[in-house]
């Protein structure tokens, strides 16, 4: 995806903690998005974040820095079911989503 | 509600057919997305709409592809004639004006569209 840069894979424990990092573009900048999709289905909403600062939500929370075009998803206990893709996604301009390729993620036992 | 609903599921077809993909989006939203998704490029936003007008269809590839939404409860993508790298999944999304900044997008289950 154009302007979103996250790795490609990362591997992690089952129990552990993760972070996957993004960074985007900052012209434009309306808000910044974390999507989770597994194999073969479609993508579904994690967290929104538009101010500075960290946004928690269970055992996922998301950080963002505007000055810097950086944002975060960490996952706490990490569950094999959370073994997924996670698309970072800026929008930018009137409605429109930017996504990045995404970042598999394999929990292993 | 049912959320937003894609089919088929599954389209395999030859070079050079018309194919005619469908989505009915959650009822009450304004908003409709159709997205291309592939391994080489993640998802691109092919054209979107609002109150059943194309606001953008920069991204729609070329000229054989057409979307239209006569209602705010149907949309279809057209393609034709269809070529074996339209091979894709293909996802609509709908949502509403929450707020001027945030809009959560929700994705169907898409249609996996296989061209020989």
Same mark, same amino acid.
């Given at each position: 995806?154009?302007? +979103?840069?996250?790795? *490609?894979?990362?591997?992690?424990?089952?129990?552990? +903690?993760?972070? +996957?990092?993004? *960074?985007?573009? *900052? !012209?434009?900048?309306?808000?910044?998005?974390?999507?989770?999709?597994?194999?073969?289905?479609?993508?579904?909403?994690? !967290?929104?974040?538009?101010?500075?600062?960290?946004?928690? =939500?269970?055992?996922?929370?998301?950080?963002?820095?505007?000055? =810097?075009?950086?944002?975060?998803?960490?996952? =706490?206990?990490?569950?094999?079911?959370?073994?997924?893709?996670?698309?970072?996604?800026? !929008?930018?301009?009137?409605? =429109?989503? +930017?996504?990045?390729?995404? *970042?598999?993620?394999?929990?292993?036992? | 509600?049912?959320?937003?609903? %894609?089919? $088929?599921?599954?389209?395999?077809?030859?070079?050079?057919?018309?194919?005619?993909?469908?989505?009915? $989006?959650?009822?009450?939203?304004?908003?409709?997305?159709?997205?291309? %998704?592939?391994?080489?490029?993640? &998802?691109? &936003? &092919?054209?979107?709409?609002?109150?059943?007008?194309?606001?953008?269809?920069?991204?729609?590839?070329?000229?054989?592809? @057409?979307?239209?939404? $006569?209602?705010? @409860?149907?949309?279809?993508?057209?393609? %034709? $004639? @269809?070529?074996?790298?339209?091979?894709?999944? #293909?996802?609509? /999304? @709908?949502?509403?004006?929450?707020?001027?900044?945030?809009?959560? %997008? #929700?994705?169907? /289950?898409?249609?996996? &569209?296989?061209?020989?």
């Amino acid at each position: 995806g154009q302007n +979103i840069d996250q790795p *490609t894979e990362m591997t992690a424990t089952e129990g552990a +903690i993760v972070q +996957i990092n993004c *960074t985007y573009q *900052t !012209s434009g900048f309306n808000g910044l998005f974390w999507y989770q999709q597994h194999a073969g289905e479609a993508p579904t909403f994690l !967290s929104y974040n538009v101010l500075d600062g960290l946004e928690e =939500k269970g055992r996922f929370s998301s950080f963002l820095s505007r000055s =810097k075009g950086y944002s975060y998803l960490l996952l =706490k206990e990490l569950q094999m079911k959370d073994s997924a893709s996670y698309l970072c996604v800026e !929008s930018s301009g009137t409605y =429109k989503y +930017i996504f990045g390729t995404g *970042t598999r993620l394999k929990v292993l036992a | 509600d049912a959320g937003v609903i %894609q089919s $088929p599921r599954h389209e395999v077809t030859e070079m050079g057919q018309e194919v005619t993909l469908r989505c009915k $989006p959650i009822s009450g939203h304004d908003y409709l997305f159709w997205y291309r %998704q592939t391994m080489m490029r993640g &998802l691109e &936003l &092919l054209i979107y709409f609002n109150n059943n007008v194309p606001i953008d269809d920069s991204g729609m590839p070329e000229d054989r592809f @057409s979307a239209k939404m $006569p209602n705010a @409860s149907f949309s279809t993508l057209k393609i %034709q $004639p @269809s070529e074996p790298r339209d091979s894709a999944v #293909y996802f609509c /999304a @709908s949502s509403f004006d929450e707020d001027l900044t945030k809009n959560i %997008q #929700y994705f169907g /289950a898409g249609t996996r &569209l296989s061209v020989l």
